[in-house]
């Protein structure tokens, strides 16, 4: 195993989502020595995931090599690895590569991934979505059934292979399960022969007595009807019991698809417990204000992965802002404290708007004092998350794909990649 020694300043960072980019943009703009380690190459727009999935948006429109997005900053280094173990008392990591490295500061920034409730061997028949790699499966997974029923002559064989059944009625599910509602009913009714598209069945199912249950009531019923206008089936308290190949058993009823997507859960990644600390239920670990981790020396931690009180006593949420906004925040403290010495005030979470879009002109928009839904909130939606992605060659080919989308219902990544159908 090889020993890579750095000096006493050296910051690495683990991660590069928003979180972790944002903790190397502040320290490369101070110019303190950075490595940052990932086991992808891409930093992942994450909250346009769901298009990828559903054929609207190709992989490249919402990932940039990290990089590219870190080239201007000299004092960072990119490292593609994994890391497998962390020794907070010698201040060193070891990677999956074999080499092991030691470090000054660590910044722990993994995220999440899907949560099956004590369930994994769901997976196999109902991928989560938090990769592009899961956006390739469930996109070929979800063609293939079409193309399955296409192909079939039995009328009972077709009803199931077009039924789609997405678990989870969070803003990941609400976001799929409209998308697909749209694919089937204004794409796909145009290109099959033997189907009718348009009569998909999509069911979203959530075990809570409502949809969108971090949202005000009114923005969850508005999104509901909105969802049942596209020919969405909303069940509510409805507990999903078991998923196979072919069926959902949900509430004691076997229901036949063609395909399952798993939107009912997350947990953080595995690295508090490599970290050796205390986690909650969902593998999260607590932070004090200044995100840095209780009981370990220049161990901070931040994202999807922490536990952190907002200004009304509640944790928060695990959205891209949150993360943006504590990699912002790092960046510039740890530099501070580095450079000086001095502590900086604790963070603040700013909160611009938790957001879920429906349909094709239609989300909803909570920003605790205001409500927006319709056609207002989804152009506020798209504006925003084209302002967000990385590259501006992004910004322009996702606006100019969307606008094309809008007035021809069109998607033109509808490519079923070799392999990823089969289960």
Not at 133 to 153: K, N, P, Q, V
Not at 286 to 314: C, E, H, I, M, Q
Request: charged content about 20%; overall charge positive.
């Amino acid at each position: 195993m090889a020993a890579v020694s750095q000096n006493d300043s050296r910051v690495v960072v683990v991660g590069a989502g928003f979180a972790g980019i944002e903790v190397a943009r502040g320290l490369g703009a101070a110019r303190i020595p950075v490595t940052l380690i990932d086991r992808q190459n891409h930093h992942l727009f994450q909250p346009l995931l769901y298009q990828v999935a559903t054929a609207a948006l190709s992989p490249a429109d919402i990932a940039e090599p990290v990089r590219k997005v870190l080239r201007g900053y000299e004092s960072v280094e990119v490292r593609l690895d994994e890391v497998v173990s962390v020794d907070a008392r010698t201040h060193t990591v070891s990677l999956a590569s074999g080499d092991t490295l030691s470090w000054g500061w660590l910044v722990v920034a993994t995220g999440a991934t899907h949560s099956y409730f004590g369930h994994d061997e769901w997976a196999a028949f109902a991928p989560g979505l938090k990769t592009i790699e899961d956006a390739r499966i469930i996109r070929s997974r979800l063609l293939l059934a079409f193309e399955e029923a296409e192909r079939s002559h039995d009328k009972e064989q077709q009803r199931r292979l077009m039924t789609i059944a997405v678990i989870g009625g969070g803003p990941t599910g609400v976001e799929l399960a409209g998308s697909i509602a749209e694919l089937a009913r204004y794409t796909l009714s145009k290109d099959f022969r033997n189907i009718r598209a348009e009569t998909a069945t999509v069911l979203l199912l959530e075990a809570g007595p409502r949809i969108l249950p971090a949202f005000p009531e009114a923005l969850a019923d508005y999104a509901a009807r909105k969802l049942g206008q596209l020919g969405v089936t909303v069940r509510t308290q409805c507990a999903v019991e078991n998923v196979s190949a072919n069926a959902v058993r949900a509430n004691g009823e076997d229901i036949g698809v063609g395909f399952a997507i798993w939107a009912a859960g997350v947990r953080a990644s595995n690295l508090g417990t490599l970290l050796g600390v205390e986690t909650d239920r969902a593998g999260r670990i607590s932070v004090n204000g200044d995100l840095s981790v209780p009981g370990l020396d220049r161990v901070y931690a931040l994202g999807d992965l922490t536990l952190l009180a907002d200004a009304k006593g509640g944790n928060l949420p695990g959205l891209a802002q949150v993360a943006k906004q504590q990699g912002q925040y790092l960046g510039r403290a740890l530099a501070q404290k580095i450079r000086s010495g001095s502590a900086s005030q604790p963070f603040r979470y700013k909160n611009r708007g938790n957001t879920a879009i429906v349909g094709r002109h239609a989300a909803v928009f909570d920003f605790g004092w205001w409500q927006l839904k319709g056609w207002f909130a989804w152009s506020f939606w798209a504006l925003i998350h084209v302002y967000l992605l990385v590259g501006f060659q992004h910004r322009l080919m996702v606006a100019i794909q969307w606008l094309w989308r809008y007035v021809t219902y069109e998607r033109g990544s509808r490519l079923i990649a070799e392999g990823a159908g089969k289960r």
